[in-house]
């Protein structure tokens, strides 16, 4: 299976044909397939993105001015804190103050 890394410069073909210069945010999902891309931050299928010609060149980070470069931080720093929001373990919930319940139930 063809991946991509994070900050790789891709070209996404969208269903009727329109091309895009884009860049990776993360990288491919091995389970899923799906490549997250900063276009209209979609996840989309590796065989709607071909690599840039300019990523295969030393200079093609797609991050040379610096509001593409806060975009993608504020982008990435976004979807991280989601990503670890979903991983807290909500199964165990410590209830405080639970003394006076127990008081006046007797």
Known sequence: MKTFKENELVIYTDNEGNRFDTFVIFDTDRKTGLTHINHF???VNVAALELHPRSLSSNGVPLSD??????FSQLK???TQRD???KVNT???VYR????L???AS
Do not use: C, D, Q
């Open 97 to 100: 103050g639970t003394e006076e």
């Open 84 to 86: 670890e929001a979903k």
């Open 77 to 79: 720093e976004k979807y």
């Open 41 to 43: 931050n979609l996840k």
């Open 102 to 104: 127990l008081a006046n």
């Open 66 to 71: 610096l509001l593409s470069f806060r975009l």
């Open 91 to 93: 199964s165990l919930v």
